[in-house]
């Protein structure tokens, strides 16, 4: 799909009317010129904007090209589509598929990032929850900022004072931390400290299902200056899991999440550009997921590291495309 394309949903039909519903007949398809002109949701009853999901594309994997990784996740977007599109939806759903922002090679990488920002934070200041379908995890640094502009969009529009509390939540086997010449896949939590640090701002970043053999003593001493706070592999439970994350939403006003496809075993995520040997099972993490979307707070979050080059019949697809459809549902309220 090139850029600012309408999105196609295709996928199985049983039959008319809400019954046989499914997302590829739910998702409003539109472009990103959409995106920068689109109104905010509507109020429901209570006088509340509807939770209303924006779905954002980033055909990326320059920054895994740049971290040495193996390459395959710029087509990420489509397939997490294509897992999605079947799936059964019980409930209405306000879902709007804005398309891709496309990083044709490395050179567009920081133009792309940019781009992506400006998308999100659109997506954040009309008052919906983006989901960003990625790409490499060098998508973090342009959906966090996303969301941080969008929040000050909504702050000011809102007449709020103060600023609220924007915290992150990893799922991930790596503190994407690393400190080199260029932005990679792996640098974007440095970028996004070192942004908030020279503002005077807190690094609020937390991280469930850190592998101890697959980052160095640098990795755990840069997280440890950071002040990040982690939950190794092992230690992941669904009770310690879900108790570290409220920990995380107790301490912050909104919530960016982003899932690192890796975090999962093997097993269950083949196709991604660097699987866990060990990693942690799906059950936790849709349960870590689920407490985000369901706590009020979740402002946005990401899926990264889908490789469809190394996926074994979809598993990895379609494993996160559960986890999406889980989450956009628990946003929404069904």
């Known amino acids: 799909m090139t850029e600012n394309s309408r999105p196609e949903w295709t996928g199985r039909t049983d039959g008319p009317g809400p019954e046989h519903a499914r997302w590829h007949s739910t998702v409003q398809a539109r472009t990103l010129d959409d995106l920068s002109r ?24 320059a920054g895994v090209a740049r971290n040495k990784g193996r390459v395959g996740a710029a087509s990420g977007p489509g397939e997490l589509r294509k897992g999605l599109s079947s799936l059964a939806v019980h409930e209405p759903l306000e879902v709007t598929d804005f398309g891709d922002v496309v990083v044709e090679d490395d050179a567009g990488l920081e133009p792309g990032q940019d781009r992506l920002s400006a998308a999100v934070a659109d997506s954040v200041a009309r008052g919906a929850v983006p989901c960003v379908l990625g790409g490499g995890h060098e998508t973090a640094w342009g959906t966090f900022r996303g969301i941080r502009e969008g929040l000050r969009a909504r702050d000011d529009a809102e007449g709020r004072s103060g ?53 160095t003593a640098v990795g755990f001493e840069t997280a440890r200056e950071h002040g990040a706070r982690w939950l190794l592999d092992e230690e992941c439970t669904r009770e310690t899991a879900v108790k570290f994350a409220r920990g995380v939403l107790d301490s912050v006003d909104s919530l960016y999440m982003t899932l690192d496809l890796d975090v999962l075993p093997a097993s269950t995520a083949p196709g991604v550009s660097a699987p866990a040997a060990y990693g942690v099972g799906v059950d936790v993490i849709r349960a870590v997921m689920l407490e985000a979307a369901r706590s009020g707070k979740l402002a946005g979050f990401d899926v990264v590291e889908l490789n469809p080059v190394y996926d074994v019949d979809s598993r990895t697809a379609k494993c996160a495309a559960r986890l999406i459809n889980d989450v956009v549902r628990a946003v929404s309220g069904t």
Do not use: M
């Open 163 to 215: 600023r609220r509390t924007l915290g992150i939540l990893n799922l991930d086997q790596h503190f994407d931390l690393r400190r080199e010449e260029r932005p990679t896949s792996g640098t974007p939590f440095l970028q996004i400290a070192e942004l908030l640090e020279s503002e005077d701002e807190a690094f609020r970043y937390g991280i469930v299902g850190i592998s101890e053999p697959n980052n």
């Open 38 to 61: 689109d109104a905010r949701p509507e109020a429901d009853g209570s006088g509340r904007p509807k939770r209303a999901v924006d779905l954002i594309g980033f055909a990326s994997d």
